[in-house]
C-alpha cells in the first residue's frame, strides 16, 4: 500500500451513494482467521471483516470480496471474543454495540446488545449469520449497515504483483433483496458474485445494504447473509443445513 493510499484510508471510506463510512481500523499485530472448504476460502480479522489488505473472500484463487465490513449505526463494534471451532468448520465474532440513537426518549448505552457473528464454507458459497440479542429492559431501534467489494484480482495481483491490463468491472445489479458485481475478465469469460440476505434492506446499493433492526427487550433476531455465483434466499433452515454439511464433510 502506497503512502497515498494509507493517507485516504485513515480518513475515511466513501461508496457509490456519497456516504462517507469509517475506515478500518488498523491491523498491526492482529491475527487473522482463515476458513476452508474445497477450492474456496476466506481470510477476514477477528471482528469478521475483510479490508482488501490481502484478506478476502478467494474461490479458484481468485478473489471475489475484496471488501465485506459490517458497522453498527455507521460505527465499528466493540470486539469481545473470536475463534474458529476445532474442527476448523466455523468461525464465531462475538461483538456489542456503541452507544446508539434514541428509540422514543431512551438512547441505548453501549454494550446492551450481543452481536454473534458467524459464518462458514459450504460447495462454494459463503453462508453467514448475524445473531442480535437486546439485553436491555427497553426496545432499540438497531441501524446496521454491510460494506462490500469486488475485485476479481487473482492471488498473484493479491500478493503484490501488477498487470499491465485487466478486464471490466461492471457496476453491481441490485434485485429486492440481492446484488450482483459482475467481471469480465481478458479470457472473455464473465465471472459474478452475488450477496443475498434475509431481509428486505432499508437501502441498497452497489456497495452498501443497510438494515434497520428492531430489537424487543430481551429479544433476539438474526439476519442471514450468503455470497456465492448466484442469487439465493438465505433462511435458518439453509443456514442448519449447509452448516451439518460442512461439518459433516470434514
Not at 491491523?27 to 482463515?34: E, F, I, N, P
Not at 457496476?171 to 429486492?176: K, L, S, Y
Not at 469469460?189 to 443475498?196: A, I, T
Amino acid at each position: 500500500m502506497t503512502p497515498e493510499e494509507s493517507a485516504q484510508r485513515a480518513t475515511a471510506v466513501v461508496d457509490d451513494s456519497q456516504d462517507v463510512w469509517p475506515a478500518p481500523p488498523a491491523r498491526a499485530g492482529q491475527r487473522l482467521y482463515v476458513l476452508k472448504e474445497g477450492d474456496t476460502f476466506i481470510v477476514a480479522d477477528a471482528v469478521g471483516d475483510v479490508t482488501g489488505e490481502g484478506d478476502g473472500l478467494f474461490h479458484n484463487d481468485t478473489r471475489l470480496l475484496s471488501s465485506f465490513r459490517l458497522l453498527i449505526n455507521g460505527a465499528h463494534p466493540a470486539l469481545l471474543s473470536s475463534a474458529v471451532t476445532q474442527d476448523n468448520a466455523l468461525f464465531t465474532a462475538n461483538l456489542t454495540n456503541r452507544p446508539l440513537p434514541p428509540l422514543g426518549e431512551v438512547s441505548a448505552p453501549e454494550g446492551v446488545i450481543h452481536i454473534e457473528r458467524r459464518r462458514f464454507l459450504w460447495d462454494g458459497r459463503l453462508y453467514e449469520r448475524l445473531r442480535l440479542t437486546n439485553y436491555s429492559d427497553f426496545g432499540i431501534r438497531l441501524p446496521l449497515q454491510l460494506l462490500f467489494d469486488a475485485d476479481f484480482r487473482d492471488m498473484f495481483e493479491v500478493r503484490g504483483q501488477t498487470r499491465s491490463r485487466r478486464g471490466n468491472l461492471e457496476t453491481g445489479r441490485i434485485g429486492g433483496r440481492s446484488v450482483a458485481i459482475r467481471y469480465e475478465g481478458l479470457d472473455q469469460v464473465q465471472r459474478e458474485v452475488v450477496l443475498s440476505f434475509s431481509h428486505d434492506p432499508r437501502r441498497l446499493s452497489a456497495r452498501l445494504a443497510e438494515f434497520e433492526m428492531l430489537l424487543d427487550p430481551r429479544e433476539h433476531s438474526a439476519l442471514y447473509v450468503e455470497v456465492g455465483d448466484v442469487p439465493s434466499q438465505p433462511s435458518r433452515e439453509r443456514w442448519r443445513a449447509g452448516a451439518a454439511r460442512a461439518r459433516w464433510s470434514l
